[in-house]
T-cell receptor
Framework: GDSVTQMEGPVTLSEEAFLTINCTYTATGYPSLFWYVQYPGEGLQLLLKATKADDKGSNKGFEATYRKETTSFHLEKGSVQVSDSAVYFCALSPNNAGNMLTFGGGTRLMVKP | EAEVAQSPRYKITEKSQAVAFWCDPISGHATLYWYRQILGQGPELLVQFQDESVVDDSQLPKDRFSAERLKGVDSTLKIQPAELGDSAMYLC???????????FGPGTRLTVL
């Protein structure tokens, strides 16, 4: 079945550091890929998405590129802020399978001033 | 901005008791999802509705869990009897029929003692 694997956290960075959170997936066909963010005490929010190979999703300074050859969708940000501290989830939605999402285990990011 | 509403936000119960969670999706969203998120893990889909019909409930433990969406709007998820292993965050999400983006509610955190 489909699966998503994320790097384990927590990831601890100083403010303005560069962020990479790795995500790889296993799926048949051509899934859509997503990054969701969960701030403390809140529900998940869509951060960015990409629906086909080589697409780059971007939002709020975060970006991720859909790499079919390496089945990866790594999340990056050039300069993190304390307010970026949250749990980040990589997810996929199978093509032609409605909107069902398969999530990775999540990676907690902690940014220190 | 329209949001997915869930209640209660927190629920503490003893094992063998019955519990129920309520979700009100964004107006006009035909698709509704219930997820279970165990602490430290990613959300796992329990059930998906399209209007009032169940599209997928393959991961729903049907011996103790039930879900309904009688009028195709709000939904209730019930557990009877609750077990210790049911302690988790229960998330509701909704989406338009043809869109990929799911909008999540804040969740109900269940603790079973």
């Amino acid at each position: 079945g489909d699966s998503v694997t994320q790097m384990e956290g927590p990831v601890t960075l100083s403010e303005e550091a560069f962020l990479t959170i790795n995500c790889t997936y296993t799926a048949t066909g051509y899934p859509s890929l997503f990054w969701y963010v969960q701030y403390p005490g809140e529900g998940l929010q869509l951060l960015l998405k990409a629906t086909k190979a080589d697409d780059k999703g971007s939002n709020k300074g975060f970006e991720a590129t859909y790499r079919k050859e390496t089945t990866s969708f790594h999340l990056e940000k050039g300069s993190v802020q304390v307010s970026d501290s949250a749990v980040y989830f990589c997810a996929l939605s199978p093509n032609n399978a409605g909107n069902m999402l398969t999530f990775g285990g999540g990676t907690r990011l902690m940014v220190k001033p | 901005e329209a949001e997915v509403a869930q209640s209660p936000r927190y629920k503490i119960t003893e094992k063998s008791q019955a519990v129920a969670f309520w979700c009100d999706p964004i107006s006009g969203h035909a698709t509704l999802y219930w997820y279970r998120q165990i602490l430290g893990q990613g959300p796992e889909l329990l059930v998906q509705f399209q209007d009032e019909s169940v599209v997928d409930d393959s991961q729903l433990p049907k011996d103790r869990f039930s879900a309904e969406r009688l009028k195709g709007v709000d939904s209730t998820l019930k557990i009877q009897p609750a077990e210790l292993g049911d302690s988790a965050m229960y998330l509701c999400a909704s989406s338009t029929t043809f869109g990929d983006e799911q909008f999540f509610g804040p969740g109900t955190r269940l603790t079973v003692l």
